[in-house]
């Protein structure tokens, strides 16, 4: 059962529906941000953060979207030149993005669809013309999840390049290994697999990161990595934080872990392959097999499905799905299985989309 005060249950990759203890957690009255409530507030959030990342490096908090942090990168960790390894909309944003930061970036392109592979990065690490390599987990866009544990054990033979990983998509959804892959910054925003409202997000960094950050002039302020620090050793943020944000995630966070996050990762395993093999059956998968996100599944539309005339016939059902994201969006649509969202929940809106394009019941 969806709760009372949701207009729709958004099978769509984020936003996400937001439980309703996690929104009255977040309506508490406004605290001084350079009081020790806060301070408390903030002590108590960074364990449960760096658990959720798997990491003991240090944790921080940003009243932004992702893509701030994106930014952040490019101005606190490219020296030389930064690497970028797309393969979707926001993959190519991000290298877009260092460039606009008047950072120089190159790409290496994996076919939307496919994943980046990790000796395509050797041989370009080997060229030793990069000192930063930026890459997404799961891409959201083409629902790609980039193979991690091989892409980290390149990194490894190359310890002085700093890697930074955004898993907007993944975090709270799928494992996200911190320490185990080598990460250096790793980012996400909070309106996926965390299941609260957008415009927040939350970051760790590595004893290398920072040290590449005091090497580079003109970081900025707002996301000057050691600003972070220096407030971050005062159980602080650097400007006024969205305080509803920072409540909301510490009760998110306490949830989670009632749950078990490896019983999280599994429950978005199994809506991912329910939702997969629906697709296969009656469309097709647009990521390639081996390589599928946990968190959203892009179908090929094959069937030359109306989506917008489904998401009618859904939304008196309190259901709504996603379109193809970018230049996909005449050539797919998307299933959002993230967050707070059931098995139970994702089979019955499969079973009401067959109903719609004529499948009987059963087969």
């Not at 302020?221 to 971050?232: A, P, Q, R, S, T």
């Not at 944000?245 to 978005?268: F, K, M, S, T, V």
Request: proline share 6%; hydrophobic share 40%; with cysteine.
């Amino acid at each position: 059962m969806i709760d009372s005060d949701h207009d729709m249950w958004m099978f769509i990759p984020g936003p996400v529906n937001v439980e309703s203890s996690v929104r009255q957690a977040m309506a508490r009255p406004p605290i001084n941000h350079r009081g020790k409530e806060f301070s408390q507030l903030f002590e108590a959030l960074r364990p449960k953060t760096q658990r959720l990342m798997r990491t003991s490096n240090r944790v921080y908090f940003s009243t932004s979207s992702a893509i701030g942090l994106m930014e952040a990168c490019a101005r606190n960790c490219v020296g030389k030149k930064s690497l970028h390894l797309t393969c979707g909309a926001f993959s190519e944003q991000w290298h877009k993005i260092t460039l606009v930061c008047g950072k120089e970036a190159d790409a290496i392109a994996a076919e939307w669809g496919r994943a980046n592979r990790p000796e395509e990065l050797r041989k370009a690490l080997a060229t030793g013309k990069y000192d930063t390599v930026c890459m997404v987990h799961s891409e959201t866009s083409t629902s790609v999840l980039n193979p991690l544990t091989e892409i980290a054990a390149v990194m490894r033979d190359f310890p002085d390049i700093v890697f930074c990983l955004d898993t907007v998509s993944s975090l709270g959804a799928a494992p996200v290994l911190v320490d185990e892959w080598g990460v250096d910054v790793c980012f996400a925003s909070v309106q996926k697999g965390l299941a609260l409202p957008p415009g927040f997000a939350v970051f760790s960094l590595s004893d290398k990161a920072l040290e590449r950050a005091r090497a580079i002039p003109n970081r900025g302020y707002y996301f000057d990595f050691l600003v972070f620090e220096e407030y971050g050793v005062k159980s602080q943020t650097p400007t006024t934080p969205s305080i509803p944000h920072l409540y909301g995630l510490n009760h998110q966070l306490d949830r989670i872990e009632a749950e078990g996050l490896e019983n999280r990762w599994a429950r978005h395993r199994r809506m991912a392959e329910i939702s997969q093999t629906w697709a296969t059956e009656r469309f097709a998968c647009f990521a390639e097999a081996a390589y599928r996100s946990p968190s959203v599944t892009a179908v090929t539309n094959t069937r030359k499905l109306d989506v917008p005339a489904l998401n009618k016939h859904l939304a008196p059902l309190n259901m709504v799905i996603a379109s193809g994201y970018g230049k996909l969006k005449p050539t797919t649509f998307r299933i959002g299985h993230v967050g707070e969202t059931q098995v139970t929940q994702i089979e019955n809106l499969l079973r009401e989309i067959d109903r719609f394009i004529g499948i009987p019941a059963g087969v």
